[in-house]
């Protein structure tokens, strides 16, 4: 297995908390970034958040910074995206991608992506 694989998604009610997670191989995440996009329809896909394995520093997007975090269990090979005081316009496909680029956030530069898992938000 290359690509990472999230799961996790599904229907939570606005202002409700969701947790997916993003499971990669050891030698993905402690050699690349991983980021979270989102793809809503209809709109081009956005960069959500950034966490590296090796420092465990992070980097958000305006619209989610305070409300979404990003975490990692290290024993689990695992990122978390913690996704609080969720609103109807996060409704999205969210993937993890990694990427050699450990402070980009353009999805062209992200070489591996997950097959996505759906969030809805209910209002």
């Known amino acids: 297995q290359v690509q990472p694989a999230e799961s996790g998604g599904g229907l939570v009610q606005a202002w409700g908390p969701l947790r997916p997670p993003c499971a990669a191989p050891?030698?993905?995440?402690?050699?690349?970034?991983l980021g979270w996009f989102r793809q809503a329809p209809g709109k081009e896909r956005e960069f959500v958040a950034r966490i590296n394995w090796s420092d465990g520093s992070t980097y958000y997007a305006d619209s989610v910074k305070g409300r979404f975090i990003s975490t990692r269990d290290n024993a689990k090979n695992t990122v978390y995206l913690e996704m609080n005081s969720l609103k109807p316009e996060d409704t999205a496909v969210y993937y993890c991608?990694?990427?050699?680029?450990?402070?980009?956030?353009?999805?062209?530069?992200?070489?591996?992506w997950g097959q996505g898992t759906q969030v809805t938000v209910s209002s």
């Open positions: 050891g030698h993905i995440l402690s050699t690349y970034a």
């Open positions: 991608a990694a990427s050699v680029y450990s402070s980009t956030l353009f999805p062209n530069d992200y070489n591996y």
